[in-house]
């Protein structure tokens, strides 16, 4: 089975930008799909973005639509989160996921649908 880290996590001012990166140690067909989850203090988890294994399909939270762009490089075991014109509001742990195998018809926005997740590392916006 796959394990997570995730790194890039930091401290920035409103507008700036991060770059989150999570690798999987295991082998590649446990990691299907690969997102990227996030928990305020307080509230539940939300799902960020999803790609699936060929990249071919992306999804995307509306909070984060036009400003976060997730990627993958299949050759590193690696996921990308580029986060662009960061708000207070984005202030969380960001979580790592991966789905193990293909489920049809599914969106990977849930967390049911995935199968491992990484420890987090923390986002700070500050206004």
């Known amino acids: 089975q796959a394990q997570l880290v995730e790194s890039g996590g930091g401290a920035v001012q409103a507008g700036g930008s991060l770059r989150l990166s999570c690798v999987a140690s295991?082998?590649?067909?446990?990691?299907?799909?690969m997102g990227w989850f996030r928990q305020s203090p307080g509230k539940d988890r939300e799902f960020v973005g999803s790609?699936?294994?060929?990249?071919?399909?992306?999804y995307y939270a509306d909070s984060v639509k036009g400003r976060f762009t997730i990627s993958r490089d299949n050759a590193k075991n690696t996921v990308f989160l580029q986060m662009n014109n960061l708000k207070p509001e984005d202030t969380a742990v960001y979580y790592c996921?991966?789905?193990?195998?293909?489920?049809?018809?599914?969106?990977?926005?849930?967390?049911?649908?995935?199968?491992?997740w990484g420890p987090g590392t923390q986002v700070t916006v500050s206004s």
């Open positions: 790609i699936v294994w060929s990249g071919a399909y992306t």
């Open positions: 295991g082998r590649t067909f446990s990691t299907y799909a």
């Open positions: 996921v991966a789905a193990a195998a293909y489920r049809r018809g599914a969106y990977y926005t849930r967390e049911s649908q995935y199968d491992y």
